[in-house]
C-alpha cells in the first residue's frame, strides 16, 4: 500500500516565476491537506480540499491556489513567487471523517532564487 | 484560535535516560492534541495522537503523553531514550470532529532532540 506521494522532491524556481507541486494521497483517502515549513519552523496550514473543493483555507494570499482531481490527488499552485516562498511544503492525506488521524508525504522542497 | 508553545527549541539527553518534550496549547473549543516526528529531510509520522477519553496516550516507539487540560499541556515522555530517537518533534492541535477548525492542525515551532551516547 503506498503512502502518501509528492512530486517533484526538489525544485529551484526564480522570483516572480509560477510554481505547481503534486500529491497523490493514501489509498482510499478522500481529503487532502497542504502545509508549508519553513526552515526552522512548524509547519503551516495552507488549505484543504474534498471533494474537489477548497473546505478550509489558512492564512495564506491568493498567489497560493490548489485543486483536487476525482482521483482525490491534488496540486498546489504558487504564483507570482517570492524569495519567502522558499520552503518545505507538505501534503497530508485523511479521510474526511477522520480528519484527526493525516499521513504526511515527504514533501517537496522549494527555493525561490 | 488556537495556538502552540513547545518549551525548548532543543531538548539534549543521553542514551537511556528520560525524555520530556514540553508542549502548552491554547484553544477556544476543545482541542484534540498531537505529536509527530521528523527525520532530516522526511516528512511528519504521527507517534500519538489525544482525541477523547483516556488523557494518558501511548504512541510508537515507547513514547506516551499526558493530556493535563487544567494545565493546558500535552508533554511527552519516554522512559528510556535510545539514539534513534534523535529527530525534531512536533506538538499540533486541532478542533475537535464538529468544530469549524477540524482537520486543520496548528503546529508549535519544534523540538529538536539530541540524544547522546
Known amino acids: 500500500d503506498a503512502g502518501v506521494t509528492q512530486s517533484p522532491t526538489h525544485l529551484i524556481k526564480t522570483r516572480g516565476q509560477q510554481v505547481t507541486l503534486r500529491c497523490s494521497p493514501k489509498s482510499g483517502h478522500d481529503t487532502v491537506s497542504w502545509y508549508q515549513q519553513a526552515l526552522g519552523q512548524g509547519p503551516q496550514f495552507i488549505f484543504q480540499y474534498y471533494e474537489e473543493e477548497e473546505r478550509q483555507r489558512g492564512n495564506f494570499p491568493d498567489r497560493f491556489s490548489g485543486h483536487q482531481f476525482p482521483n482525490y490527488s491534488s496540486e498546489l499552485n504558487v504564483n507570482a513567487l517570492l524569495l519567502g516562498d522558499s520552503a518545505l511544503y507538505l501534503c497530508a492525506s485523511s479521510l474526511q471523517a477522520i480528519q484527526e488521524t493525516q499521513y504526511f508525504g515527504p514533501g517537496t522542497r522549494l527555493l525561490v532564487l | ?117
Open chain 2, 1 to 117: 484560535a488556537q495556538s502552540v508553545t513547545q518549551l525548548g527549541s532543543h531538548v539534549s539527553v543521553s542514551e537511556g535516560a528520560l525524555v520530556l518534550l514540553r508542549c502548552n496549547y491554547s484553544s477556544s473549543v476543545p482541542p484534540y492534541l498531537f505529536w509527530y516526528v521528523q527525520y532530516p529531510n522526511q516528512g511528519l509520522q504521527l507517534l500519538l495522537k489525544y482525541t477523547t477519553g483516556a488523557t494518558l496516550v501511548k504512541g510508537i516507539n515507547g513514547f506516551e503523553a499526558e493530556f493535563k487540560k487544567s494545565e493546558t499541556s500535552f508533554h511527552l515522555t519516554k522512559p528510556s531514550a535510545h539514539m534513534s530517537d534523535a529527530a525534531e518533534y512536533f506538538c499540533a492541535v486541532s478542533a475537535q470532529a464538529g468544530g469549524t477548525s477540524y482537520g486543520k492542525l496548528t503546529f508549535g515551532q519544534g523540538t529538536i532532540l539530541t540524544v547522546h551516547p
